[in-house]
């Protein structure tokens, strides 16, 4: 931990590892707003390609619901259908990240629920551990709600070793 003598702000040990990992262009970020269809989930990714040669260590994620619900966090090592766009670097000008950001609207929700979290509409909700996740090449993480004709928002802030 990090204390700034002559000042009130400490920095925690896992905050001063994100600082080292920004400075190093290894940290990214990226999100979607998905609107689903009738009848179908919606379902927002965090990818690592299989021949990505990285691991995605996924820092922290947030996601939002227009309804009262619940998001879910699952497990799901296939890529989604639809690619948004690869890790925003962090580092201003720092190359693109390996990680994708993908989304769906299936029938029926995929993977495996990992985590269920009661959300307020329009209320984030911001995952409270730091370092949630570790994702190997050919794995994704999901963020979804638990039920059909839902708007859902989703972020992820990740860091690629």
Not at 66 to 80: C, G, I, K, W
Not at 86 to 105: C, F, K, M, Q
Not at 118 to 131: E, F, K, R, S
């Amino acid at each position: 931990m990090r204390i700034g003598y002559g000042t009130s702000v400490t920095v925690p040990v896992q905050q001063e590892r994100w600082f080292s990992e920004m400075r190093a262009a290894r940290a990214f970020i990226r999100g979607y707003a998905l609107i689903s269809g009738a009848g179908n989930y919606g379902e927002i990714q965090l990818f690592n390609p299989l021949g990505s040669g990285k691991q995605i260590l996924v820092y922290r994620s947030t996601g939002s619901v227009l309804t009262n619900t619940a998001l879910q966090y699952r497990l799901h090592n296939v890529a989604l259908a639809n690619l948004v766009g690869n890790g925003i670097n962090l580092l201003s000008g720092g190359a693109a990240g390996a990680g994708e950001i993908r989304y769906a609207t299936p029938l029926a929700l995929d993977g495996t629920q990992l985590q269920v979290v009661q959300v307020l509409n329009n209320d984030p909700y911001g995952q409270p551990a730091t370092w949630l996740f570790e994702l190997s090449p050919g794995q994704g993480l999901l963020i979804t709600s638990n039920v059909v004709n839902e708007t859902i928002c989703g972020n992820f802030y990740w860091n690629e070793v």
